[in-house]
């Protein structure tokens, strides 16, 4: 099965007010293992992880090879990544923002997390030293779509913790009700919604490897009158190093299914048009950890459901 995969990593919040670092990767693998091989200590009814939010990406430990190492979880990336010069005699080439990036396909041969170990996990080989530097700290990679779409996946920015459920029945949903459930489309790895901007609906991807939201620039223009109040541009680096400046500004009046989201909440403008081109996504933006952090939310792949949680309900 053809598979088309993109990176969307919109990573962090540099030390400079207004710099950010928009880690953008059109790949196309010439094979995909959609499924790996995975073993669990125990029966995976509840596998919590903790983590640090750094630039507003989440961070977890885990073991890479029998290495222990730091790794960013990006509900917008499709495959692992292995922090790593690309091999020049099997290197391809893959869109970012503005100019092509080199990665190298490769095969995990285990990794390890809380109380489940994956075996033959397909990865890119691919060099985030810059993402080193602006986080300080030493990165062995990143988990993808393809480490999380067995399970519901529960994320509590407020306690600083994951956990990996069945996702067919699982204490969480034993033992508390959600306060909202969503369907969500799954386009290739990315869970999408529906937001409401007065009378329009807006598809976006939800990206925990996200430190912004990213709104399509045809918006500047087309949101209703008095939604919209811009602030100064800002620097923008993708993977490919090269730095632009987009507009930003604070959106007000959103709606997630009937839910006000936190008012004046901030975006960059940029020009989204080429993934309906190059990859078939349709979406109008990312939301990023300005809009994840004000919740508990599970994303369970297989039954495609996004649920949000009472503070006090998730486990």
Not at 92 to 100: I, K, P, V, Y
Not at 118 to 138: K, R, Y
């Amino acid at each position: 099965m053809k598979w088309v995969a993109c990176f969307f990593f919109l990573i962090g919040v540099f030390a400079s007010k207004g710099q950010h670092t928009v880690s953008f990767l059109n790949t196309l693998p010439s094979s995909v293992k959609r499924s790996a091989t995975v073993q669990a200590d125990k029966t995976v009814a509840e596998a919590l992880i903790p983590f640090e939010v750094n630039r507003g990406m989440i961070i977890v430990k885990a073991q890479l090879n029998g290495r222990t190492g730091s790794f960013i979880v990006d509900t917008g990336a499709p495959l692992m990544v292995v922090n790593k010069s690309p091999e020049p005699t099997t290197r391809q080439e893959a869109r970012s923002f503005a100019s092509a990036i080199s990665y190298t396909p490769e095969t995990i041969d285990r990794f390890q997390w809380a109380e489940m170990a994956f075996q033959n996990l397909d990865a890119l080989a691919l060099d985030i030293s810059h993402l080193e530097a602006s986080t300080q700290c030493a990165l062995a990679g990143m988990v993808g779509y393809n480490a999380l779409y067995h399970y519901e996946v529960l994320f509590d920015y407020r306690q600083n913790r994951m956990a990996l459920y069945d996702a067919r029945r699982n204490v969480l949903h034993r033992t508390a009700s959600p306060l909202m459930e969503l369907s969500f489309e799954l386009q290739d790895h990315l869970p999408v919604v529906k937001i409401q901007a007065g009378a329009h609906k807006l598809a976006f991807g939800i990206d925990t490897g996200a430190g912004i939201n990213l709104i399509d620039r045809q918006w500047l223009e087309a949101l209703p009158a008095g939604m919209l109040t811009l602030q100064q541009e800002e620097a923008v680096r993708g993977m490919d190093q090269q730095m632009q400046t987009v507009p930003s500004g604070l959106i007000s009046g959103l709606e997630l299914d009937g839910l006000p989201l936190d008012d004046q909440m901030g975006f960059l403008f940029t020009d989204l048009q080429h993934l309906q081109t190059n990859t078939g996504l349709e979406i109008d933006g990312l939301l990023g950890f300005p809009f994840l952090k004000q919740l508990v939310f599970s994303i369970n792949y297989p039954k495609r459901k996004l649920y949000i949680w009472h503070l006090g309900d998730a486990h």
